[in-house]
């Protein structure tokens, strides 16, 4: 009887552990045109943002932020495990670090999407380990021609070291140590706090097209790789353009070297380039997937853009949109390209980036918070992660936006399923017009639609416009304030059932060429999935369903033909 009695227990305290070695690891699932995260096997959608460089180095430092990042109602982390650190000399693991910030994260009810800091961070090689770097003639660096600018530095700065995509031996280390971590992680994290994995950052060479270093030289001078030529015949009908011009440049020929096959300017030199570091990433990775195959990406420095023209410019070979097919040839490993968004065109980027079925996920952005609400409705983006995010404060707009995304993540992403959602996000007076669920919508902003109509009616008001308010402190890059852009979703629930998140906005619908009648709006919340009504909003209040400086939430209901009193 006592044996049986601790059979049992023995049972029962092994059954959550099983349950959680169970449970399936965090994967990217394809519907139709969207492509959604799965944690615990359900749809998540992240509401990230990525720590400093430096930050995650230190368990101290990183105490007081955890709880603030919680506080922010952020549900993942974007944090850094970096090469130097976990493999201080040659075969020799510690993985402290990495084993703290899971600690820290479950603590806070976080999940993490970890960076992979190796052989390159920022077209640099700051974060490869000592003895990697003490050696150059085992691990070769990159040679260039200065006749770009040199970016990022200035006279009499140290250098910066580079090591090169061409070294085998180079790419054998950082398997060995990206393979060895994920072992590591394995066993680490039986609960997927780690959700996916970003390896090295924004990936090139700055100050020149090509390397043109002897063992690159070498490289330049063979024939292009049969594999990567029959990619390319086999989607020559959907290449990018810009490749397919470099390409039909040179007669779209078969065979040939680089130069014989793209030419010799520096549009050649970034196809080249982007081949090796494509190539090298995905021989890193290639071991790691038997070890824990969770989804893996890579991040891209925008180019070209204003003020960097051409590659070298910007990182040369990085996975921007115009070698995208070459990246997708030479590293099958990545499962999407993520862009980091710097620049004001954050529309276009996503445009860019949202082809040939390439997930989006913005793992580095700005505080705008406008620009999280374009990327999950207009591009069913994953998620969304501003950069230096313990600059913010709790309370700031995105923590606002946050909170109120969190609380109704599930409609989101069953609206991202099911075409059910629009986004607004509005640079000027101009209506916009989108199509959702049968019915007509312009959305417009409502503090300008309201001091027009009074103006319309000689009832002249000065114009009312969004405060601008701080949403960082001690930003290392100056501050940053508050998105004053209308902006939210639109979500489709029941017939002629719709939800309005957002601030600054007001839509009217119509079908079939008419005008379409408020059945009724009432204001609420979203609680564990679920909606709880507030006031029901009537007469003067309509005229400003969502108020400026404010993120809320309305349900409005279309009346319906033959409907019964409510």
Do not use: C
Request: hydrophobic share 45%; proline share 7%; net charge neutral.
């Amino acid at each position: 009887m006592f044996k049986h009695l601790i059979t049992l227990l023995v049972a029962a305290l092994a059954a959550p552990l099983l349950a959680l070695a169970s449970d399936p690891l965090p994967a990217l699932n394809r519907s139709g045109a969207t492509t959604q995260l799965l944690v615990d096997g359900e749809p998540f959608l992240m509401l990230a943002g990525e720590l400093h460089n430096s930050s995650a180095s230190s368990d101290a430092y990183m105490a007081q932020i955890w709880p603030k990042l919680k506080a922010m109602h952020l549900n993942t982390v974007v944090s850094t495990i970096s090469w130097d650190m976990i493999e201080p000399s040659e075969g020799k693991f510690d993985f402290s670090a990495l084993d703290s910030q899971l600690a820290a994260a479950r603590k806070n009810d976080l999940r993490i999407v970890m960076i992979w800091f190796g052989s390159f961070k920022n077209a640099r090689s700051t974060y490869s380990p000592g003895w990697i770097r003490a050696d150059q003639e085992r691990f070769p660096r990159v040679a260039i021609n200065r006749v770009k600018p040199q970016r990022f530095t200035y006279e009499g700065a140290m250098p910066n070291p580079v090591l090169s995509p061409f070294s085998t031996t180079l790419q054998e280390a950082e398997r060995n140590a990206f393979t060895a971590m994920l072992r590591h992680l394995k066993k680490a994290d039986p609960e997927h706090t780690v959700l996916m994995i970003q390896v090295d950052n924004e990936i090139g060479l700055l100050g020149d097209s090509r390397d043109r270093s002897a063992l690159a030289q070498r490289h330049w001078q063979e024939q292009v790789p049969a594999d990567l030529m029959a990619y390319l015949a086999r989607n020559r009908a959907t290449l990018r353009p810009e490749l397919a011009s470099l390409w039909g440049r040179q007669q779209f020929r078969e065979q040939g070297t680089w130069a014989e096959v793209f030419g010799t300017d520096w549009q050649a030199d970034e196809v080249f380039m982007a081949w090796a570091y494509g190539r090298f990433i995905n021989g890193v990775v290639q071991d790691g997937g038997s070890e824990l195959p969770l989804p893996l990406y890579v991040n891209a420095w925008l180019g070209p853009q204003p003020g960097q023209p051409e590659a070298g410019d910007y990182p040369s070979g990085g996975p921007v949109p115009r070698v995208r097919d070459i990246w997708k040839a030479a590293a099958p490993s990545i499962s999407l390209h993520a862009p980091d968004i710097y620049i004001d065109d954050f529309k276009g980027t996503l445009a860019n980036f949202d082809q040939a079925g390439n997930p989006i996920f913005i793992p580095e952005a700005r505080f705008q918070t406008g620009n999280a609400f374009w990327a999950i409705g207009r591009h069913r983006a994953l998620g969304f992660s501003v950069f230096g995010i313990e600059d913010g404060f709790p309370g700031n707009q995105l923590s606002q936006a946050y909170a109120i995304l969190s609380s109704m993540a599930r409609l989101i992403t069953a609206a991202q399923r099911n075409d059910g959602l629009r986004a607004v996000l509005l640079d000027d007076a101009k209506p916009v017009m989108e199509r959702l669920a049968g019915y007509d919508i312009a959305v417009r902003g409502t503090a300008a639609t309201n001091a027009k109509m009074l103006l319309d009616a000689g009832i002249p008001v000065p114009p009312k416009a969004a405060t601008a308010v701080a949403e960082t402190v001690n930003a290392a890059h100056g501050p940053s304030f508050s998105d004053t852009r209308p902006f939210g979703l639109i979500i489709a629930g029941n017939p002629g059932e719709f939800y309005l998140v957002g601030h600054d906005f007001t839509a009217d619908f119509s079908r079939d060429g008419k005008a379409v009648e408020l059945d009724f709006v009432e204001e609420g919340r979203f609680e564990r999935g679920a909606w709880v009504p507030g006031r029901r909003l009537n007469g003067d209040q309509r005229l400003s369903l969502l108020p400026l400086n404010k993120i809320t939430t309305v349900r409005i209901q279309l009346l319906q033909a033959g409907a019964a009193a409510r």
